[in-house]
């Protein structure tokens, strides 16, 4: 069994300031962090972003995906936003990881906290059948190995990925990078458009750093208390 405390990230998916602010507040000691992605980030503007950011640890999850040279700029241009965690596509291969992780480098070389690089490996709304759809005919499993190993080696610090590639990760990579982990439904929840599940207790046996969860936080008649309940079986798992 894992001795990781598995930290709760919620994932403010959503278009409207305001909504935002109001689960994040709702959410502020109930959550390790707050997730904003693509949809916060096109809808309210970078602005919005760093004020949400001044309350609560960050994982600014945009997941960039372009030549090197764009992408590390795109980050250089996301720095000032000091979040703890930010996301790249591991598909854009390693010069594209190794100049983005040295674009951070540089801008936290004066001694502030760097936010962790992480590559996504295999989204977890897709399955094996999704990945041969795009050409990709092997299972989820040896893909996000196979991405993750590459993208630990050019310099990412961790990966995103689903808690069933978490054993394999670690077998192969150790330790050292950080595990973080979409794709949680608490028993009974809806899936939505998930494929590669595990419940918030599974995730964290097999050894997630962090799961992050959305819709069955923000859906919920009571966001804080669906936030508490997953802590509380993050804590039950790893006793
Ligand atoms: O492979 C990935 C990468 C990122 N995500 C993000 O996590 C949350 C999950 O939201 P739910 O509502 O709990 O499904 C969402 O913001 C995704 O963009 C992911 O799900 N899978």
């Known amino acids: 069994m894992s001795i990781r405390r598995t930290r709760l990230i919620a994932a403010l998916d959503t278009a409207s300031h305001d909504q935002a602010q109001h689960w994040a507040a709702a959410l502020e000691g109930k959550v390790d962090a707050i997730k904003l992605g693509l949809e916060f980030t096109y809808a309210c503007g970078l602005d919005a972003v ?60 004066d001694g502030r906290k760097r936010p962790k690089l992480l590559a996504v490996t295999v989204l977890t709304s897709m399955n094996e059948e999704s990945l041969a759809e795009i050409g990709i005919n092997t299972t989820p499993l040896k893909e996000v190995v196979r991405l993750g ?3 630990v080696r050019a310099g990412a610090d961790g990966l995103v990925c689903s808690a069933h590639e978490i054993t394999a990760l670690r077998d192969a990579l150790g330790d050292g990078p950080e595990l973080v982990v979409p794709g949680i439904r608490p028993a009974g929840s809806s899936t939505d458009d998930q494929k590669r599940i595990m419940t918030p207790a599974q995730a964290a046996r097999a050894g997630a750093d962090w799961i992050v969860v959305g819709r069955p936080i923000t859906r919920a008649n009571d966001p804080a208390a669906a936030a508490q309940a997953i802590q509380d079986e993050l804590q039950a798992a790893t006793l």
Do not use: C, W, Y
């Not at 945009?62 to 250089?76: C, E, M, Q, Y």
């Not at 790249?88 to 936290?108: C, K, N, Q």
């Open 149 to 151: 190993r590459m993208a």
């Open 50 to 109: 760093k004020s949400l950011a001044a309350r609560q640890e960050l994982f600014l999850d945009l997941k960039l995906h372009d030549i090197p040279n764009t992408v590390a700029s795109g980050l250089r241009a996301l720095a000032p936003i000091q979040p703890s965690l930010m996301t790249i596509h591991a598909l854009g291969g390693a010069e594209m990881i190794s100049r983005s992780r040295a674009v951070l480098e540089e801008a936290f070389d």
